[in-house]
């Protein structure tokens, strides 16, 4: 994903932020839970819907073009830690869902700067709500690799980010109802939390894996809701993928 002004490349993936895809996104029953959206399980694959995923580094859109070239979901930067916030957003944003795509905003994690629950206010506060209107997607947590100093874990013990991201889900959940979609890397996720924190029953996985397939999911999802695997293509920024019909798709932005 990106950052401020340019986005982020980690390390091990040749583009920088988020990700997302069903597998196999279960027989697509979803069920409210706590006002969260659940999956019973992974589905026989009923389809596949193409996005992308937007940051300041993409300036203004066009938005008519991704949508005339099969784009149906953009994911937008909002803010990162607690002091950015992407200059483009409105543009990225508003043009999405004015052509009509079905969007969402999402963060950019930086665990050193402040607690969870302060970042999930700070990404709520500007432009990371959700409003029941079936065009709006939770918002989603990126939280991978420290592209600053500090280490690729922000200096946490892998206990310890399981907790700040737990703060943050919930804040999230408590400011807007719903759970943030986690986007992350398999190989991140297992240094850094040590596959201790279970966030399957909450939050929808997003998954940055750039090759033909998605590969070993992190730690106890089994399946992606979203999957992020090319950082470039014919869409703007990186190039995603729903793994499931667009009516799925129209059911986790109702709620």
Same mark, same amino acid.
């Given at each position: ?18 990700? $997302? ?6 027989? $697509? ?102 409003? @029941? ?40 959940? $408590? @400011?807007?109802? @719903? ?77």
């Amino acid at each position: 994903m990106g950052t401020s002004p340019a986005r982020h490349r980690a390390p091990h993936r040749p583009r920088s932020r988020r990700a $997302a895809g069903l597998l196999r996104l279960m027989s $697509a029953v979803l069920i409210a839970v706590a006002g969260v959206v659940g999956f019973t399980g992974p589905a026989s694959a009923t389809g596949v819907v193409y996005g992308m995923d937007v940051s300041g580094y993409q300036g203004n859109v066009n938005w008519s073009s991704a949508y005339a070239n099969g784009g149906r979901f953009a994911y937008v930067k909002a803010t990162e830690g607690i002091s950015y916030r992407n200059p483009y957003f409105a543009q990225q944003y508003n043009g999405s869902y004015q052509v009509g795509m079905i969007r969402g905003a999402y963060h950019f994690a930086r665990p050193n700067v402040s607690s969870g629950t302060y970042q999930a206010d700070y990404f709520v506060n500007h432009g990371g709500g959700w409003s @029941r209107d079936g065009k709006t997607l939770p918002g989603a947590l990126d939280i991978e690799w420290n592209p600053y100093s500090g280490g690729t874990c922000y200096g946490y013990s892998q206990s310890g980010m399981v907790s700040w991201i737990r703060a943050f889900s919930n804040q999230y959940h $408590a @400011r807007t109802g @719903r759970y943030p979609v986690i986007y992350t890397a398999t190989s991140w996720w297992t240094q850094c939390t040590g596959n201790r924190g279970d966030f399957t029953s909450t939050s929808p996985l997003w998954v940055a894996r750039y090759s033909s397939s998605v590969g070993t999911l992190p730690y106890r999802w089994g399946f992606y809701t979203f999957w992020q695997n090319a950082d470039s293509g014919k869409f703007p920024g990186d190039q995603d993928r729903f793994n499931g019909a667009y009516s799925q798709l129209q059911a986790i932005a109702t709620g």
